[in-house]
């Protein structure tokens, strides 16, 4: 994820009380048509912001077929732009009068109302992150231009005629800008004493040099184009231009931009947490509400963490000592169960074709349960990919991409298979889960397809959305997708309690002082993972904190809000209609949850 991404896709706690006595806007319509008018306005100035943001909705055509010709300005100047127009867009805001507003209209208020604040109130108090609150390192292993653009282009950037073609090179040449853009975001926070630690910069060097080494006919920025064009029987030689602008623009802006680091790497500190940067303590509250769409405390939400972690473990112990497993630590018989040879895909491509056809049987499986829990299903195809060769060493084990708003691009679920060894069989039905269905794909669809807002069928809050794709995990148990697979249900109990290791590790380095070496040590113990995936997973907490957490204190949020309303309504209540009010009103802060569900227990 880009860092711009980061703040449109997040959100945060607000006080609505204060906010709801803001003075009302003088009525010449209604508030309803007020808001809708200010929504509208707020979406088209994002997206006149943001080309990649058009791109990735698929409206980069039209009135806006221009915008496909450029990348995102991420100067310090439209960093300051961006920060004022927050504020106005907030201002306006808060001159609706909510309490004119009545159902599907407060909600979509509301969770707009809710990441407009959080990022205003970021803006305002600190100015290094490149704006706002999740992400206060510009440039990392997993933020800054070069790690996203070369996988925006790939995969987002539609290459159908001459006119794409021109606008893939006329990006080309926006990236050197952009990694030249970042570069000067860096400098900037460098003066107030912001950087990442030792260790995010040795792995933010390797993955910047790979890519400025790699020769045009290797590089997948030059060699996407060609092949695409090719695939399209565009006439042209594309491997001469896009090498030219690769060698002349892209390869020394990303050696500006290595040197740079490289510099910085010779000062750099080895404290993992965030608490050494100006407002540490401050930034990493903020960062957590923005995540989590909540106000917890990171030592309770350490103490939650522990006490998860030890009732996962003794269920998996229980089904592994059900099977004959009793020797050793549950994490060190997990171990032996990623070691196990005989679950484990050949790690050829045969082999990876396999797999993926398997996932597809499972998706199919769990299809067919689904009118037994939903009332609303999507429309939207689900597609499994592996994720592209080019760029899976650096890429997480799986992921989802949600659909264009036009559905001409399905959601699709990427799965890493850089080397089967990673994900053994027992885990995958799990990931299947999360990424697809009944998981991110079914409540993202459902959002696009509903009718509402475009700013609200965009939206992305991650304690709803990372809350929910878990809480479908936990679901597909309750479905019996796990009834003939022990060894699956352990793989979803492990994972359960992956997210519970969080908690503990992203608060112990972020609040406890714990260091890079103690959090890994401490989830290698307890999940049996190899050393270097829960090494990776750690580096990530360093340098988006808060965001880690958002999974399980989302998924205990919904298991909370399913409980509530089987107890208010007793022989009323229905699972439809739980997951219909819950999913049909799109992505919303998790305050805003509690009261829609609220509602819907009061009118079922």
Request: glycine fraction near 8%.
């Given at each position: 994820?880009?860092?711009?991404?980061?703040?449109?896709?997040?959100?945060?706690?607000?006080?609505?009380?204060?906010?709801s006595r803001a003075e009302a806007q003088p009525a010449t319509s209604s508030a309803s048509a007020q808001l809708k008018a200010l929504f509208d306005q707020f979406m088209a100035e994002d997206l006149d912001h943001s080309p990649e943001t058009v791109t990735s909705l698929?409206?980069?055509?039209?009135?806006?077929?221009?915008?496909?010709?450029?990348?995102?300005?991420?100067?310090?100047?439209?960093?300051?732009?961006?920060?004022?127009?927050?504020?106005?867009?907030?201002?306006?805001?808060?001159?609706?009068?909510?309490?004119?507003?009545?159902?599907?209209?407060?909600?979509?208020?509301?969770?707009?109302?809710?990441?407009?604040?959080?990022?205003d109130q970021a803006n305002r108090a600190f100015n290094y992150g490149g704006g706002g609150s999740g992400a206060p390192y510009v440039v990392s292993q997993l933020t800054g231009a070069y790690q996203s653009v070369p996988d925006f282009l790939d995969s987002q950037h539609?290459?159908?005629?001459?006119?794409?073609?021109?606008?893939?090179?006329?990006?080309?040449?926006?990236?050197?800008?952009?990694?030249?853009?970042?570069?000067?975001?860096?400098?900037?926070?460098?003066?107030?004493?912001?950087?990442?630690?030792?260790?995010?910069?040795?792995?933010?060097?390797?993955?910047?040099?790979?890519?400025?080494?790699?020769?045009?006919?290797?590089?997948?920025?030059?060699?996407?184009?060609?092949?695409?064009?090719?695939?399209?029987?565009?006439?042209?030689?594309?491997?001469?231009?896009?090498?030219?602008?690769y060698t002349g623009k892209v390869q020394p802006a990303l050696d500006r931009q290595i040197a740079m680091m490289s510099d910085l790497r010779g000062h750099a500190v080895h404290d993992a947490g965030i608490a050494r940067l100006p407002q540490g303590e401050a930034y990493?509250?903020?960062?957590?509400?923005?995540?989590?769409?909540?106000?917890?405390?990171?030592?309770?939400?350490?103490?939650?963490?522990?006490?998860?972690?030890?009732?996962?473990?003794?269920?998996?112990?229980?089904?592994?000592?059900?099977?004959?497993?009793?020797?050793?630590?549950?994490?060190?018989?997990?171990?032996?169960?990623?070691?196990?040879?005989?679950?484990?895909?050949?790690?050829?491509?045969?082999?990876?074709?396999?797999?993926?056809?398997?996932?597809?049987?499972?998706?199919?499986?769990?299809?067919?349960?689904?009118?037994?829990?939903?009332?609303?299903?999507?429309?939207?195809?689900?597609?499994?990919?592996?994720?592209?060769?080019?760029?899976?060493?650096?890429?997480?084990?799986?992921?989802?991409?949600?659909?264009?708003?036009?559905?001409?691009?399905?959601?699709?679920?990427?799965?890493?298979?850089?080397?089967?060894?990673?994900?053994?069989?027992?885990?995958?039905?799990?990931?299947?889960?999360?990424?697809?269905?009944?998981?991110?794909?079914?409540?993202?669809?459902?959002?696009?397809?509903?009718?509402?807002?475009?700013?609200?069928?965009?939206?992305?809050?991650?304690?709803?959305?990372?809350?929910?794709?878990?809480?479908?995990?936990?679901?597909?148990?309750?479905?019996?997708?796990?009834?003939?697979?022990?060894?699956?249900?352990?793989?979803?109990?492990?994972?359960?309690?992956?997210?519970?290791?969080?908690?503990?590790?992203?608060?112990?380095?972020?609040?406890?002082?714990?260091?890079?070496?103690?959090?890994?040590?401490?989830?290698?113990?307890?999940?049996?993972?190899?050393?270097?995936?829960?090494?990776?997973?750690?580096?990530?907490?360093?340098?988006?904190?808060?965001?880690?957490?958002?999974?399980?204190?989302?998924?205990?949020?919904?298991?909370?809000?399913?409980?509530?309303?089987?107890?208010?309504?007793?022989?009323?209540?229905?699972?439809?209609?739980?997951?219909?009010?819950?999913?049909?009103?799109?992505?919303?802060?998790?305050?805003?949850?509690?009261?829609?569900?609220?509602?819907?227990?009061?009118?079922?």
């Amino acid at each position: 994820m880009h860092r711009r991404d980061l703040l449109l896709g997040s959100a945060g706690a607000l006080a609505f009380v204060a906010l709801s006595r803001a003075e009302a806007q003088p009525a010449t319509s209604s508030a309803s048509a007020q808001l809708k008018a200010l929504f509208d306005q707020f979406m088209a100035e994002d997206l006149d912001h943001s080309p990649e943001t058009v791109t990735s909705l698929g409206l980069d055509k039209g009135a806006r077929a221009a915008q496909k010709f450029k990348l995102d300005d991420g100067s310090l100047a439209a960093t300051a732009d961006a920060k004022r127009r927050n504020a106005e867009q907030l201002r306006k805001l808060m001159a609706i009068d909510r309490g004119a507003l009545s159902g599907q209209d407060v909600v979509d208020y509301d969770s707009v109302l809710y990441v407009t604040d959080i990022q205003d109130q970021a803006n305002r108090a600190f100015n290094y992150g490149g704006g706002g609150s999740g992400a206060p390192y510009v440039v990392s292993q997993l933020t800054g231009a070069y790690q996203s653009v070369p996988d925006f282009l790939d995969s987002q950037h539609t290459v159908e005629t001459k006119a794409d073609v021109d606008a893939y090179l006329s990006r080309l040449e926006g990236f050197a800008v952009a990694v030249d853009q970042d570069s000067e975001q860096v400098r900037h926070d460098i003066g107030l004493g912001v950087f990442p630690p030792d260790f995010i910069l040795d792995k933010t060097l390797i993955q910047l040099k790979a890519l400025r080494d790699a020769t045009p006919d290797k590089s997948n920025l030059v060699q996407s184009l060609v092949r695409r064009a090719k695939d399209k029987h565009i006439p042209g030689d594309y491997a001469d231009v896009a090498a030219r602008i690769y060698t002349g623009k892209v390869q020394p802006a990303l050696d500006r931009q290595i040197a740079m680091m490289s510099d910085l790497r010779g000062h750099a500190v080895h404290d993992a947490g965030i608490a050494r940067l100006p407002q540490g303590e401050a930034y990493y509250r903020l960062s957590l509400q923005n995540w989590t769409t909540t106000d917890g405390d990171p030592a309770d939400i350490h103490k939650t963490g522990l006490e998860l972690v030890a009732d996962y473990s003794a269920q998996i112990d229980a089904i592994l000592k059900s099977r004959g497993m009793s020797q050793g630590t549950v994490g060190e018989r997990l171990r032996a169960l990623y070691d196990d040879p005989q679950y484990r895909y050949p790690n050829t491509d045969e082999g990876k074709v396999k797999l993926i056809a398997d996932l597809n049987v499972k998706v199919s499986e769990v299809q067919a349960k689904l009118p037994q829990w939903f009332k609303t299903l999507p429309k939207a195809k689900l597609d499994i990919r592996r994720v592209p060769k080019a760029t899976e060493a650096g890429a997480p084990g799986g992921y989802y991409q949600n659909g264009s708003l036009d559905g001409s691009r399905p959601g699709a679920y990427y799965i890493n298979l850089r080397d089967t060894a990673e994900t053994p069989s027992w885990v995958l039905p799990t990931l299947t889960f999360h990424e697809g269905i009944p998981g991110h794909h079914l409540q993202l669809s459902l959002a696009q397809e509903a009718t509402l807002p475009t700013i609200r069928k965009i939206q992305f809050f991650s304690g709803y959305g990372e809350g929910w794709a878990l809480y479908a995990e936990n679901l597909a148990v309750e479905m019996g997708m796990y009834a003939d697979d022990p060894l699956g249900h352990v793989g979803q109990l492990h994972d359960a309690m992956f997210r519970a290791v969080r908690l503990v590790v992203d608060t112990g380095l972020h609040s406890q002082g714990w260091s890079r070496e103690k959090a890994i040590r401490y989830a290698v113990d307890a999940l049996g993972d190899q050393d270097a995936t829960l090494t990776t997973e750690v580096e990530r907490y360093c340098v988006w904190p808060g965001q880690a957490c958002s999974y399980m204190l989302g998924k205990l949020e919904w298991l909370r809000l399913r409980q509530k309303a089987k107890d208010a309504m007793g022989d009323r209540f229905d699972i439809h209609t739980f997951h219909d009010a819950g999913l049909l009103s799109g992505a919303m802060p998790l305050a805003v949850l509690d009261r829609r569900i609220e509602t819907y227990i009061q009118q079922g």
